[in-house]
T-cell receptor
Framework: EAGVAQSPRYKIIEKRQSVAFWCNPI?????LYWYQQILGQGPKLLIQ????????DSQLPKDRFSAERLKGVDSTLKIQPAKLEDSAVYLC?????????????FGPGTRLTVL | GESVGLHLPTLSVQEGDNSIINCAYS??????FIWYKQESGKGPQFIID?????DKRQGQRVTVLLNKTVKHLSLQIAATQPGDSAVYFC???????????FGAGTRLAVHP
């Protein structure tokens, strides 16, 4: 079974620029998550989708971050404009509908550096 | 809101020794806990979980202990191997928000 795919793996941008990350979840997984992991910290949930609808985006900085999941499969997370404090690893995870949390699988992440 | 903390940011052990990684949580209503392992350049990987109606659960070389009285859980790794070197996170399912809240992580270094 293929895992969660993310691209790019690394991205370096200057502050105030825009950036987008892509995630392809495990086939058939209805629930998709985006997490932000700052160096030395645990992952923090940014947004959760159920199919193509948003379930929880309470910790998403909506003035600069946006995410979409068209057709309930792939998802894109965008930052516009980026700030220095956005430097982090952005993790995507997916889980099948009704699945337990021990069945939530993470992708390898995109490491973002904002200069 | 829920908070999750770990007692030690780094743990160094000798190969073959047992490792114990600790975690504390704040919400007494939390009822589901997970331990993850994260290797360099990879996403977190599920190790073992436990529900609040249990105080111990064992897997292959790993044991999780839950003490609800003091809101503490621990991960024990038996006969630690070099391949166990990674950052270990505990995560708590936040009852009020139905999402996983992660601690800061403990880096386990295994020396030959």
């Amino acid at each position: 079974e293929a895992g969660v795919a993310q691209s790019p793996r690394y991205k370096i941008i200057e502050k105030r620029q825009s950036v987008a990350f892509w995630c392809n979840p495990i086939s058939g997984h209805a629930t998709l998550y985006w997490y932000q992991q700052i160096l030395g910290q645990g992952p923090k949930l940014l947004i959760q989708f159920q199919n193509n609808g948003v379930v929880d985006d309470s910790q998403l900085p909506k003035d600069r971050f946006s995410a979409e999941r068209l057709k309930g499969v792939d998802s894109t997370l965008k930052i516009q404009p980026a700030k220095l404090e956005d430097s982090a690893v952005y993790l995507c995870a997916s889980r099948k509908r009704g699945g337990e949390y021990n069945e939530q699988f993470f992708g390898p992440g995109t490491r973002l550096t904002v200069l | 809101g829920e908070s999750v903390g770990l007692h030690l940011p780094t743990l160094s052990v000798q190969e073959g020794d047992n490792s114990i990684i600790n975690c504390a949580y704040s919400n007494s209503a939390s009822d589901y806990f997970i331990w993850y392992k994260q290797e360099s350049g990879k996403g977190p990987q599920f190790i073992i979980d436990i529900r609040s109606n249990m105080d111990k659960r064992q897997g292959q070389r790993v044991t999780v202990l839950l003490n609800k009285t003091v809101k503490h859980l621990s991960l024990q790794i038996a006969a630690t191997q070099p391949g166990d070197s990674a950052v270990y996170f505990c995560a708590v399912l936040s009852g009020g928000y139905n999402k996983l809240i992660f601690g800061a992580g403990t880096r386990l270094a295994v020396h030959p």
